[in-house]
């Protein structure tokens, strides 16, 4: 369903589409389809500055989970260049910093994700 309905809006509403097309990423990754769910939020990745800080911080996360965890901070960065403010980009990169052993830096931007979005819970 998800892709009769963002090729039907494509052509008038591009943004909307987009958005769909993240929230279907989601889906596979509830779903723990992560190989289709990559390669969407990659074909994203090249959208606006928004989409990229969304698809960055997916992204992020997978690569975390799958234990990459150079490539979840290099996506981490990513999602932080576009958008300095995403608490979750912050936590993933805090996840990072964590797993390397960088306790006080990881908790600074745990801190700084709370005080960007006080109920961001991956960050408590």
Do not use: P
């Amino acid at each position: 369903g998800y892709d009769w309905v963002c090729n039907t809006l494509e052509d008038r509403h591009e943004e909307l589409a987009i958005q769909m097309k993240l929230e279907q990423a989601t889906q596979r990754l509830k779903r723990k389809d992560f190989g289709v769910a990559i390669r969407m939020l990659k074909t994203l990745q090249k959208k606006d500055k928004e989409v990229k800080a969304a698809t960055a911080t997916n992204l992020s996360v997978i690569s975390f989970l799958e234990g990459n965890i150079e490539q979840a901070s290099e996506y981490a960065e990513v999602a932080l260049g576009s958008d300095r403010y995403n608490a979750k980009a912050l936590v993933n990169k805090g996840n990072c910093l964590f797993v390397n052993g960088d306790f006080n830096s990881a908790k600074d931007l745990y801190l700084e994700a709370i005080g960007v979005q006080a109920d961001c819970v991956q960050a408590i």
